[in-house]
Nanobody, 124 residues
């Protein structure tokens, strides 16, 4: 059983930056691909980014490509989401997710483990 805890959310002005962290415990961290998703009020949860088990491959949603970067430190059992040039439409609860798949996934239903989420609010 993998437990995930996100941190780093908060309130930021448009154009600003935030770095989210997701600390994992239980299981073997490097056995999991990691994903980031977000959910805004009244909207479905959407894919943001994913990273392979050793960080060699990443995928991003078109809406965040060039602004967000995901990385991981397997020695610290932590995955990160660096968010730059934030926009009001990035406002959402951000979740990290883990799965033992080898292939990077963009669908939320394909991830087995989830954190509780962290709120990111971008003011205009």
């Amino acid at each position: 059983q993998v437990q995930l805890v996100e941190s780093g959310g908060g309130l930021v002005q448009a154009g600003g930056s935030l770095r989210l962290s997701c600390a994992a415990s239980g299981g073997t961290f490097s056995s999991n691909i990691m994903g980031w998703f977000r959910q805004a009020p009244g909207k479905e949860r959407e894919f943001v980014a994913a990273i392979s088990r050793f960080g060699s491959s990443t995928r991003y949603a078109e809406s965040v490509k060039g602004r967000f970067t995901t990385s991981r430190d397997n020695a610290k059992n932590t995955v990160y989401l660096q968010m730059n040039s934030l926009k009001p439409e990035d406002t959402a609860v951000y979740y990290c997710a883990a799965d033992t798949s080898i292939v990077l996934k963009t669908e939320a239903t394909m991830y087995e483990y989830w954190g509780q989420g962290t709120q990111v609010t971008v003011s205009s």
